[in-house]
């Protein structure tokens, strides 16, 4: 099962005088991380270069912000998959030093960068998260909201009709026994339509 990082982790490394610095954080999306970077460029105006890689399931992205081709950002991604990471951006801000490092110099340096900067992060397991809606009438809404709090799930909306329809999300894995806990607390009085209803 994939890890996610729990905090950011940073590291810096100088070859030949040029100035790598380094930081892997959990990120959620592209739009995120474009976000992240652009903020990078505002705290680091005279950086030659800021690489980066996102692993995001399908928003992942290798971008090599002007390093010759497949030097900065791919090796940076190849890092984190190689470490069975997700959700995980990686940055690395590049002050030029004025000596060229050649191809082979420029992927170890950011490879290097990334994967000292892996050695401090925190890890923690991804949870799959399941998404359920309840539908119960008055009476049993308070003893839902309670099973919702005792099973540290979160609440994310409540609509009242002719029932009160309470949607939640939980880890997946532990989604059945709280069906099963709400069922046998609600007597048959518990609905759970699927994603469609």
């Not at 009160?164 to 709400?182: D, G, H, I, K, Y």
């Given at each position: ?20 610095i ?15 970077v ?24 290798a971008?090599?912000?002007g ?7 791919r ?53 799959r ?21 005792a ?18 999300r ?21 609905g ?6």
């Amino acid at each position: 099962m994939p890890q996610t990082l729990a905090a950011p982790a940073h590291s810096e490394i100088i070859i030949k005088k040029s100035r790598f610095i380094g930081c892997v954080q959990p990120m959620a999306d592209r739009a995120s991380a474009q976000a992240h970077v652009d903020a990078l460029w505002k705290q680091h105006p005279g950086a030659a270069h800021i690489c980066w890689a996102l692993l995001a399931g399908g928003q992942s992205a290798a971008v090599d912000d002007g390093e010759p081709g497949g030097t900065a950002g791919r090796p940076m991604l190849d890092v984190l998959r190689h470490q069975d990471l997700e959700g995980v951006l990686a940055t690395v801000v590049r002050y030029f030093g004025g000596v060229k490092l050649g191809v082979g110099g420029l992927v170890r340096a950011y490879t290097d960068c990334v994967a000292q900067a892996l050695l401090t992060a925190p890890k923690v397991q991804r949870q799959r998260m399941a998404t359920l809606q309840c539908l119960v009438p008055y009476a049993l809404e308070g003893l839902v909201r309670r099973e919702i709090e005792a099973a540290g799930a979160e609440l994310l909306d409540v609509q009242h009709g002719s029932l009160v329809t309470l949607q939640l999300r939980l880890p997946e894995a532990q989604a059945s026994a709280f069906m099963q806990r709400v069922n046998d607390h609600g007597h048959g009085r518990v609905g759970w339509p699927g994603p469609a209803d």
